[in-house]
C-alpha cells in the first residue's frame, strides 16, 4: 500500500544559514503511530512544520495520501491536524468557540454533535464555556487537540503531545490516541518521554543533526539492539570478581551483592547455562535472578552518540 | 473532496473576528462615537457658532464628513492591525498557515471582518452626528461607495501593517505618526482653499485629501478636488495596497520563513 506520507530529499536552510534538515527521506505507513525522537534541535519540529504548511522547504518534494504539499496543497492540508509544541491559543475565546473555529478554518460544516463528543473524550465538556485564558497548562494542552480533531484529520500530527501533562492525564492521552489508531487515523509524534514512544509507536524514526538515523519497527528495534541483562542477588557478598570468570562480561554492585551479566537475546548461546554451572562451581549461590532488556531510551542514547 | 473556495474558512476567520469586536464592545464601537461626539459639541456646537459657512455649509455639517473619514480610517487601520498581529504575537497564526485556506481568503476574513467594523462605527457616527447637527446627503449612493471604499482599503492598509510588525511598538508607531496626522492634515476641519497655495499644493500629496474631499462631494455636492480624482486617487490607494498584500503571501514575509 502507497505509504500515507512520503518525504524525498527534504531540506531546510534558515535565514540565518542554520541547516536544520540535510535531505530526508521518509515513509510514514497508513494507520500506524509513527514515533519521532531526536535531541533537541534535531529537526523534529521542522520536519513537521514542512508538512503542514507552516514552514517552506528550501529542497525536496513531500506528498500527504498522493497530494503534493505545494501543488496540491489544500487537498493535502485537509487530512492533517496539528498539535503543535508550543501552547498557544486564543486567550479570551471559549473552548467551545475556539475548537469551532479551527472545524470552519478547515472547511468543515459545523457539526456540534461532533465537537461535543471531542470535547467529552477529552474532559473539556464542563468547560466548554470557559475562556481559554482560565485553563490550567493540562487542559490548554487538550483544547490544542481537541482543535486539531475538530475537522476530522485522517492524519495527525503531536509535536510533543505530553509536555507538561501529568502522570495520569498522559495514560488518559495515551488511550485516546490508541482509539484514534483504531479509527484509522495515522499518527505521527515527537517525544521525548521515550516510554511514550515505547508504549504506543508501531514504528520509530530517530532523527538526528538533520537527518533521520534510522526507521525501524519498534519491536524489531528493540530485539535487534535491544542488550538484555541478567542480574543475581547472591546470597552473601563477593570481595571481588574470580579470575576464572573474567572472560565473562560481569560486572559487580560495590557492596559485593550484585552480579550484572550483559548478553545478547539474539545469539544462540547466550552463555546463562555455563555462566550459572561455574558459579556453582565456586560456591557463589544466588538468591534471586532477574532478566531486563535495555530500554528504547538507552537505545536512543546510544544510537545518538555513536553517530553524532 | 475539496471545494475551490474554502467558504467555511472565511466565514469562521470573520465571524471570530467580530466576536473580538462585540467582547471588547465599549472599546472599539463606543469609545470612537463618544469621541467623535465630543468634537461635535466643541466645534459643532460651541465654537463652530462663531465660524462662518464654509463654501456655503455651516461649519457643524461641513466637519461630519471629515470626521466621519478620519474615524472610519484610524479605526480601520488599528483594528485590521490588531487583528492579524495579534495571532501572530500569541502563536494561533499556526492554525491559519497550516489549513486549506487560500492568502485571498485569508484577506476577505481579516479585512472584511475590520472593514465591517468600520462601516458600522461610520454609520453610527452619522447617526449620532444627526443629534448635533443638521446635514443632508446628497448622493448617497457615492456616499455609501465611498465609505466602503475607505474602509476596505484602510483594513487592507492595517493588516499590512500588522504582518510588517514585529513588536507592539511598531503597531502602534505607523497610526500615530502617519495615520493620524494625515488624517487630521486630510481636511477634516477645513476647505482646502482656506490654506495658503504652497500648502494647497503639499496637502495634495496627502491621499487623506481626496478621500474626504469625494466623501464630502457626496453629502454636500462641494469637493475640494474633483470627485473623479478622489475616486481615482482611492482606487488606486486599494490597487496598491492589494498588491503589497498579494506580495507577502508570495513571499511568505514575516509569515513563513
Known amino acids: 500500500m502507497q505509504p500515507i506520507i512520503q518525504v524525498r530529499g527534504l531540506e531546510k536552510t534558515y535565514a540565518s544559514g542554520f541547516q536544520a534538515l540535510k535531505g530526508i527521506d521518509l515513509d510514514i505507513r497508513r494507520g500506524e503511530i509513527f514515533a519521532l525522537l531526536g535531541p533537541n534541535g534535531a529537526g523534529k519540529t521542522t520536519m513537521i512544520s514542512i508538512v503542514c504548511g507552516i514552514v517552506r522547504a528550501s529542497a525536496g518534494t513531500v506528498t500527504v495520501d498522493g497530494h503534493d504539499i505545494v501543488t496540491d496543497w489544500r487537498a493535502a492540508r485537509s487530512l492533517i491536524g496539528l498539535v503543535p509544541q508550543e501552547l498557544t491559543t486564543e486567550a479570551f475565546e471559549s473552548v467551545w468557540a475556539t475548537v469551532s473555529f479551527s472545524r470552519g478554518l478547515f472547511g468543515k460544516p459545523p457539526n456540534p454533535a461532533l465537537i461535543e463528543r471531542i470535547l467529552r473524550d477529552l474532559s473539556l465538556w464542563e468547560k466548554k464555556d470557559s475562556k481559554v485564558i482560565a485553563l490550567s497548562g493540562g487542559m490548554k494542552r487538550r483544547v490544542m487537540i481537541a482543535k486539531a480533531l475538530s475537522h476530522e484529520p485522517r492524519i495527525l500530527f503531536l509535536d510533543e503531545p505530553t509536555a507538561g501533562v501529568d502522570v495520569e492525564l498522559r495514560r488518559g492521552m495515551w488511550e485516546m490516541i490508541g482509539r484514534l489508531r483504531e479509527s484509522g487515523v495515522t499518527i505521527i509524534l515527537t517525544t521525548h518521554y521515550i516510554e511514550e514512544a515505547e508504549e504506543m509507536a508501531d514504528t520509530v524514526g530517530v532523527i538526528s543533526g538533520g537527518r533521520i538515523i534510522l526507521v525501524e519497527k519498534k519491536a524489531a528495534l528493540m530485539e535487534q539492539l535491544g542488550q538484555r541483562q541478567l542480574t543475581l542477588q547472591l546470597q552473601s557478598p563477593l570481595p571481588a570478581i574470580p579470575a576464572e570468570l573474567s572472560s565473562y562480561p560481569l560486572t559487580l554492585s560495590e557492596d559485593g551483592r550484585k552480579l550484572v551479566y550483559r548478553f545478547d537475546s539474539q545469539h544462540e548461546h547466550t552463555g546463562i547455562a555455563t555462566l550459572l554451572r561455574r558459579l556453582g562451581d565456586h560456591g557463589i549461590d544466588f538468591t534471586n535472578l532477574r532478566t531486563e532488556e535495555s530500554s528504547l531510551e538507552e537505545i536512543f542514547v546510544s544510537l545518538v552518540r555513536e553517530r553524532a | ?257
Request: with cysteine.
Open chain 2, 1 to 257: 473532496m475539496t471545494a475551490a473556495i474554502n467558504l467555511h474558512a472565511i466565514k469562521a476567520i470573520y465571524l471570530f473576528e467580530l466576536a473580538r469586536t462585540w467582547r471588547t464592545l465599549f472599546q472599539s464601537i463606543a469609545g470612537p462615537v463618544i469621541s467623535t461626539s465630543l468634537y461635535f459639541i466643541v466645534f459643532g456646537a460651541a465654537i463652530g457658532s462663531r465660524f462662518t459657512a464654509v463654501e456655503g455649509v455651516s461649519y457643524g455639517a461641513f466637519l461630519v464628513p471629515g470626521l466621519v473619514m478620519m474615524s472610519v480610517l484610524t479605526e480601520s487601520v488599528s483594528n485590521a492591525s490588531f487583528g492579524i498581529y495579534m495571532p501572530r504575537y500569541s502563536g494561533t497564526i499556526y492554525e491559519v498557515l497550516s489549513a486549506p485556506i487560500s492568502a485571498f481568503e485569508t484577506v476577505i476574513g481579516y479585512v472584511g471582518a475590520a472593514a465591517t467594523k468600520s462601516i458600522i462605527l461610520g454609520t453610527l457616527i452619522l447617526l449620532t452626528a444627526r443629534l448635533f447637527v443638521d446635514f443632508s446627503i446628497a448622493h448617497p449612493f457615492w456616499m455609501v461607495a465611498f465609505l466602503v471604499l475607505t474602509s476596505v482599503t484602510f483594513s487592507l492598509l492595517g493588516f499590512i501593517l500588522g504582518i510588517w510588525a514585529d513588536g507592539w511598538e511598531k503597531l502602534q508607531i505607523v497610526p500615530l505618526l502617519i495615520v493620524t496626522p494625515l488624517a487630521f492634515l486630510g481636511g477634516s476641519f477645513y476647505s482646502i482653499s482656506m490654506l495658503p497655495p504652497f500648502w494647497q499644493k503639499v496637502t495634495l500629496f496627502n491621499p487623506v485629501v481626496y478621500l474626504v474631499s469625494g466623501f464630502r462631494w457626496s453629502f454636500y455636492g462641494t469637493a475640494d478636488v474633483p470627485v473623479a480624482l478622489s475616486l481615482a486617487m482611492t482606487a488606486l490607494f486599494l490597487v496598491i495596497c492589494l498588491g503589497v498584500v498579494w506580495w507577502i503571501f508570495r513571499t511568505g514575509y514575516k509569515l513563513k520563513n
